[in-house]
């Protein structure tokens, strides 16, 4: 973009201030456009996929699940983070399979999100998937969560009674409606 390189911070040091298993955080020392020192905190976070997968009734899967930040069970569409080296789309096909019992036979890439640009590196990548095959659900050793299948129509009304608030999933349906002109 024209003068983007006037909005720019330049990094001067950078301190690991925690490091986990799925997080790293950090204290970056910047110099701001105007000149004037400050300091940003950082998360950094591998990248992860997120999949709006559509059943053979046009139904869409989705999740409840605990979500111990916000101490509720959250609606949200089948996700999660890509191992090292993987690439997101396989990352999708595999994370749907082990979350829900489908395999994907046609996915399609939607978009990608920054989940909160401002303190975290996270990329998420949006997947649309479509001609499923009923296999069997494999959690990881401690994850939990219900699958609904609801209509169009029925995640809508969800998401306007304030039900439906995860960002992916409401970015992978927008991102959906804006390809498909819905």
Known sequence: MKNDELLKEKKISSELIYKGKIIDV???????????????????????????????????L??????????????????????????????????LEEETGYHANNIEFLGVMYPSCAYTDEVIHLYVAKDLIKTKQHLDENEALMIEEVSLDKLKE?????????????????????????
């Not at 509720?72 to 994370?95: H, L, M, S, W």
């Open 26 to 60: 950090y204290k970056d020392k910047v110099e701001c456009p105007n000149g004037h020192i400050s300091y940003r905190e950082l998360i950094r976070h591998c990248k992860a996929s997120c999949i709006l997968a559509f059943n053979d009734k046009g139904n869409i």
């Open 62 to 95: 989705l999740e409840r699940q605990y979500r111990y930040p916000y101490d509720e069970v959250i609606y949200e569409f089948p996700a999660g983070k890509c191992d090292a080296g993987e690439d997101p789309k396989d990352t999708a096909v595999r994370e």
């Open 158 to 182: 969800m998401i306007n009674e304030g039900k439906v608030v995860d960002a992916k999933t409401l970015c992978a349906l927008t991102y959906y409606f804006c390809k498909n002109n819905k």
